[in-house]
């Protein structure tokens, strides 16, 4: 930096040993500013991403919701299934007591 040939050489001395301090503070001033920048956008960026944490979970809670009821609905699907089956089954039983009974009257 050029010194000011009318200055008094108490202050350019001072100005001297500042300079150094000056840019000291500024490069530490730049490298705070830029921290407080990488603060901002990660605080942005954690906001956006717990809010999609929060619809993700929302959206978990209704799948599992959605599986407890199909499970559900399976199970009254198998119990249905089973009780058919079993109706099917008595059916043949009793179709097959009326065709004994009926050859039992024809014959008799």
Same mark, same amino acid.
């Given at each position: 930096? !050029? #010194?000011?040939?009318? /200055?008094?050489?108490?202050? #350019?001395?001072?100005?001297? *040993? ?15 500013? /830029? =921290?407080?920048?990488?603060? @901002? !956008? !990660?605080?942005?960026?954690?906001? @956006? =991403? @717990?809010?999609?944490?929060? #619809?993700? *979970? ?11 009821? $199909?499970?559900?609905? $399976?199970? @009254? ?14 059916? /043949?039983?009793?179709? $097959? ?5 009926? $050859? ?5």
């Amino acid at each position: 930096m !050029a #010194t000011n040939e009318n /200055a008094p050489k108490g202050k #350019t001395e001072k100005s001297a *040993e500042l300079d150094p301090l000056d840019s000291v503070f500024s490069q530490l001033e730049r490298r705070v500013e /830029a =921290l407080a920048q990488r603060l @901002k !956008a !990660a605080l942005e960026e954690n906001g @956006k =991403l @717990k809010a999609a944490n929060a #619809t993700a *979970e929302a959206d978990r809670q209704k799948l599992r919701a959605d599986l407890a009821e $199909a499970k559900k609905a $399976a199970g @009254k699907g198998d119990e249905a299934g089973a009780a058919l089956r079993r109706y099917e089954t008595e059916r /043949a039983e009793v179709r $097959a007591r009326i065709e004994r009974l009926i $050859a039992s009257l024809e014959g008799a």
